[in-house]
DNA sequence: GCGAGAATGGCAAGCGGTTTCCGGAAAGCG
DNA sequence: CGCTTTCCGGAAACCGCTTGCCATTCTCGC
C-alpha cells in the first residue's frame, strides 16, 4: 500500500507538500506542484492512512454508539439514523450491544475510549443503578475533558446535551385516549425497572389515571425485558391477577408485539375483548393484521440529530437538549370496551 | 490522557519497559519490575491509546460490516452476531448500510480500507452489476493482498471464503412444500433481480416447480424491494395478473409481512383463501397473528461463524467456505388450496 | 536599486506506541 | 576461574501523517 513517502517521491516534492495538496491545509502551494502531487495521487492509488491521519491530528472520524440491542428494530433504526448522518460528513460508527448490562457498557465505552472515537452516543435509555452511574460518569466526563463529544438519545443520568422524545406525554396520552374510549381497568406491560425509560413511561401512564380520577392499581402492571417474550410473559401474568382487563398499554411495541401473540394464543380477540397499544411505531406496527395503535418516535430523526450534535459539540458549535415531540397513532389494535368475556 | 511515557517516567523504567509488560511481549521482565510498571498503569489509569498501537502494529482490531441496511432485521440479527463474537476477540465492528447501491458500496469499502480495518465482512448479497463486481474485486483483493481478511455472508462474486445458507435448498423445499398441499399456482414475491440472492432464490422456487412437473409461468413472479412495501406492492399486481394464484411465497420474511398486509387489506384470509410463506424466519415471523411458516436461516449464527472466519484468518488457521442449511418451518399461513373464490 | 513581505517548499519534530539491537550483569559450564 | 549463555532493561528507529519553523526566491513599493 502507497504512502505519503511515496508519493513525494515519485513527484519529486516532501512529504510535506504532498500532506498539504490533500489535507487542504492553507499553507500556499502552486498550481502545478498541486497539479503534479494530485497526479501522482490517481497514479499510485494512494488513500491516506486514517489511522496515520488520527495519531497526528488526535481526531479519528469515528463515533461510538451503545445501544441495547442492535437487533431491537428500535435501536437499529435509530443507528441507521446516526450512520446516515455520520457518513455524510466522513465518519464511521461502531455499533456496541451492552444488552443493558452494566458491566459491558463500561467496558464498551472504555474500548470506545482506546479506540479514540471522536464521540460517543447513548442511544438506550440509562440504567438506573447509583454505583454504576457514578463510575460511568467519571469516565465520561474524562473523555469530554479531553475533547470527546458525548449525547444522549435517551434520559439518562449523564449531564450530557441530549435528544429525547417526550415518552412521559407519549403513555400518558396513550392512557388518556384508551380512558376516553370508556376503559377502566388498563394494564400496563412496562420494561425492565432499572431502566429510566421504563420509569418515565410508566409514570405517563399514572398521571394520565390521576388526571381522570381511576385509582392506580399495582396490580395491572407487570414489568418483564422489553422483548416479544417479555411482553407475553408480563400480559399473561397480569391476565391471571386480572381477568377484567380491557386494554393493555405496552411499553414499547416489540413488547405489544409479545402481548398480541399471547393474546390471540388465548383465544381473546383483539379489539373487541382487549385493546392493545405499543409505544415507538417500529416499522412492522403498520404492517400487522391488526395494525397496533402506538406512539410514533421518530427513531431514524433522533439518530440523524444525535449525529449531527455530535458533529456541532466537535466543530464547537452550540448544542442545546431537545426533546422532540411524538405522536399518538391510532391504528386498529384499540376500541371502546366490549362486552365482557 | 496519560501516555505510556508517563507510566514509564513514574515507573522509573523506559517506555520499552512499560509497553513490554502491557503486551504481553515475549522479552522477559524481571517480577519486581512488572509489579510496579503495573502498579502505576493502575495508579494512572493509564489505557493504551490504540490509534498508535495500530500504527506501530499494523493491526487495528478493527472489522467493516457492509450490510444493506441495518435497520432490516435480518441484517440486524447477522450483525448482532457478528458483534458478539468479534467483541470477545476484542474487536469492534464498523456498520456500513450501503442500501444495495454499487457507489456507496464502494466507497464504504475503501473508507473502511483507509481505517485500516482488519477484516471485511460482506453480509449481503453481491450486486450483479460486471463492471461494479470487477472494481470491487479489484480493491478487496487489494486489501487482502496486505493481509486484510475478507469474508462473505451471502452469495458473492468475490473469490472469498463464504459462511452461506443454502438459499436455493430454502425456497425449493417451500415451494416442493406448497406443491405437495396440492397448490398449483403459487405466486412468487422475488427480491432485486440485480442481486445474487433474489436469483438463487428464485431459481429453487423454479427447481421445486420443475421436478413436480408444474410449468412455470413468468407471470407468477414479480419483483420487488426487499422490504415491506416492495412485497405489498408487488403481491398486489401479482393478484391483478393471477387472479387464481393459492399460495404466494416471499423471497423474504419482510417482503411476506407486506404480502400479509395486502392480503388483509383486500379482505383474503390466509391461510384458507391464500397461503403465504416467508424466508429467513426473523424474529417477528413467529408472533404474527397468524405465524408465518418460512425458512429459518441462522442469521445470527452465521453473523457469529463470519466473525470467526475473520479471525481464523487473520491469525493464519486455514478457512473454508461453508454452507449452513435452512430448514422449512411450517406455521400457520399455509394450508391446502381453499375453495375459489 | 534595495529592503520588506508574500509565495513556495523543505526540514524535522512530534503523535504514542512497538520492536530491534545492544550492553551489562548474573548465572552456568568445563 | 575464564568464557559462554541467559536475563533484564534501555536507546533509538520506526509506523505514516501533520505542522511549526525556516530558507529561498520573487514581487513590489519607494
Partial sequence: ???????????????????RVLSGSAHPVSPE???????CVERLGFRPNRVAQALATARTYTIGAIVHDISDPYFAEVVRGLEDEARL??????VCSSDRDPGRELSYVQALISYRVDGLVFAGGGIEDRAYQRELAAVVEGF???????VALAPNALRVPSITVDNYAGTRDIARYLLGLGHRRIGFVSGPPHLRTSRVRLAGYRAALREAGVRFDPDLVETGWFTTEGGAKAVASLLERCP???AVVAANDVMAFGVLHELAGRGLRVPQEVSVAGFDDVQMAAFLQVPLTTVHMPMYQVGREGARAVLDILAGRPVRSRRLPVQLVIRGSTAPPGRSR
Same sequence: chains 1, 2.
Avoid: I, K, N, W
Avoid at 6 to 19: C, E, K, N
Fill in 144 to 150: 469530554r475533558g479531553t475533547g470527546g463529544a458525548v
Fill in 89 to 94: 460528513a466522513g465518519y464511521q460508527v461502531f
Fill in 1 to 19: 500500500m502507497p504512502s505519503l513517502r511515496d508519493v513525494a517521491r515519485l513527484a519529486g516534492v516532501s512529504p510535506a507538500t504532498v500532506s
Fill in 33 to 39: 506542484t498541486r497539479a503534479r502531487v494530485l497526479r
Fill in 244 to 246: 377484567d382487563l380491557t
